[in-house]
């Protein structure tokens, strides 16, 4: 334990900032330019390649001027009390094009863990022990991270901040690989639907409810009758590929031939909340692997679930499934409403692939369904994955012309953190667009 | 259960792609039943017949060659 004493010493505050200013300049402007208009602003400023012969002597250059030059960078570095002169700089007509904007020059610090990140991680470890052996006192892995169904929207909607969005996932073509889909459902009526079945002797309308839930959380708007909001990327154009029987069965060959449908026809995404079990230490496809790869690289996202199969409750974890497990196809997790990782989500335990890429509500999760019900509650990782990629539509109609890869980023940049382990959530729980 | 035959995903070098109608037909010539050739995703999907195992089937062109798994819908 740390006395009060030492304490005091790690939390003192060191100074944010050094008095100096960073200014930001234009990538086209000549040093003839920069000096001159500095010099009518009363500043003399030294270019770094004219100390180049001897690295500490640029040192020199706040002595003999009032900064220096940074041309490979495009930053000037000002000297203290200059603020006037920066200031002229960057708001007179004659001088704005080229000196573009200051902020000032920050103490940088080795980073070494705070006192208070110590306890954090220190009070996070004790709450874990505490739950498990109490099996009580589900804390909330996030403070003010819990979120309710209500009449506005189911608490997936909530907590993913969907609400909050302007996008819509306008124009964008996804596909669902799944069951099929209750295609007379009343939420869907007028929406832009193309559909094939891949398994013989059955066709597309879903006998099973779990494609048209998946549907509905993936691209639904809300419930007609109620006005409760449910679905995600509600204006984008809907692809299903009944891959799996009405029975929830299927087989990699079918699965690939629906990859091939909805890839050959301009989807940017697939949505697939399907797969198989694997052992500890089983490999990755790599049939599936490459086919991902070459889909990323032509504008494809594919987007599996991380499978059910963990036990958590009784210390059970099991290994992504097939073929989440993919490093080219992203895995998705399932949070509770309390952003708590799923007692059922797989984690991330296998050392070849089998990664978790990010999270999302998958516990209690209200959509569509099959007729005549045509609206259930249900839980898994199978609801989690369409939350992310109706929200990679988001991204998508957000930016046009973003690659695959771009939108993989910008899902793993937004997430919202958890104080979990990355092996069970990935980058956090998925959030739209703001 | 002289007649238990594999089914199989496989995929082809991705230089091969183009001839993957004459490698599947090779692939036939060897006792296959071919169910799908995918132009884009450069997959073949069939069945090996009984004396014949995955590895038998790596022919020239072939990248790589699966049993096809039998997949679920992950729902509780």
């Known amino acids: ?434 | 259960m002289n007649n238990l035959k594999i089914n199989f995903i496989a995929s082809v070098n991705d230089d091969s792609i183009d001839d993957i109608k004459s490698i599947a037909k090779k692939l036939k010539s060897l006792g296959c039943n071919i169910e799908s050739i995918l132009a884009f995703s450069g997959v073949i999907t069939g069945s090996t017949p009984s004396n014949i195992s995955l590895s038998d089937l790596k022919i020239d062109g072939i990248k790589n060659i699966e049993p096809d798994r039998k997949v679920k819908a992950i729902a509780k």
Not at chain 1, 287 to 298: E, T, V
């Open chain 1, 1 to 434: 334990m740390l006395t009060s004493q030492e304490i005091e010493q790690q939390t003192e505050k060191k100074p944010k900032f050094t008095g100096k200013q960073l200014v930001m300049l234009d990538s086209n402007a000549t040093n003839k330019t920069i000096n001159t208009q500095a010099k009518n602003a009363s500043l003399k400023l030294a270019t770094f390649s004219d100390y180049k012969n001897d690295v500490q002597d640029f040192y020199k250059a706040f002595d003999e001027a009032d900064g220096i030059v940074f041309e490979q960078f495009g930053v000037a570095v000002v000297n203290e009390q200059k603020e006037e002169q920066v200031s002229m700089l960057t708001r007179s007509s004659g001088s704005k094009n080229t000196f573009i904007y200051s902020e000032p020059e920050r103490y940088v610090y080795a980073l070494n863990d705070s006192f208070e990140e110590f306890m954090r991680g220190y009070k996070s470890a004790v709450d874990n022990i505490f739950s498990k052996i109490t099996n009580k006192g589900k804390i909330s892995s996030v403070q003010g991270s819990s979120f309710l169904d209500d009449s506005v929207a189911s608490w997936g909607i909530h907590a993913t901040n969907i609400l909050k969005t302007k996008f819509t996932g306008k124009g964008v073509n996804m596909a669902i690989l799944d069951t099929g889909f209750n295609l007379k459902h009343p939420d869907f009526v007028g929406r832009s639907i193309t559909s094939k079945s891949f398994i013989r002797g059955q066709r597309v309308n879903d006998q099973n409810g779990h494609g048209s839930h998946c549907t509905g959380i993936l691209t639904g708007d809300i419930k007609k009758l109620t006005g409760r909001r449910y679905g995600v990327a509600k204006d984008a154009n809907i692809f299903i590929g009944k891959v799996l029987s009405n029975a929830g069965d299927g087989s990699d060959s079918g699965i690939l031939a629906g990859m091939e449908w909805a890839i050959t026809n301009g989807c940017k995404i697939i949505s697939m909340s399907l797969g198989a079990s694997v052992e500890p230490n089983e490999d990755f496809s790599n049939i599936y692997n490459d086919l991902a790869k070459k889909a990323l690289s032509k504008g494809t996202l594919i987007i599996a679930a991380a499978g059910n199969d963990s036990r958590r409750d009784r210390d059970k974890i099991a290994p992504v499934n097939h073929p989440a497990n993919c490093p080219a196809i992203m895995a998705v997790a399932a949070v509770d409403n309390h952003s708590n990782v799923a007692n059922f989500s797989c984690g991330g335990i296998n050392p070849n692939g089998g990664q978790v890429d990010i999270a999302a509500p998958g516990v209690d999760i209200y959509s569509s369904w099959k007729s005549p019900d045509d609206y259930n509650s249900i839980s898994g990782t199978s609801m989690a994955t369409p939350y992310v990629a109706g929200i990679a539509a988001l991204y998508w109609e957000e930016n046009p012309k973003a690659t695959a890869s771009d939108i993989w980023l910008y899902l793993i940049q937004n997430a919202k953190r958890l104080i979990l382990n990355a092996s069970d959530v990935g980058a956090g729980l998925v959030q739209a667009p703001k």
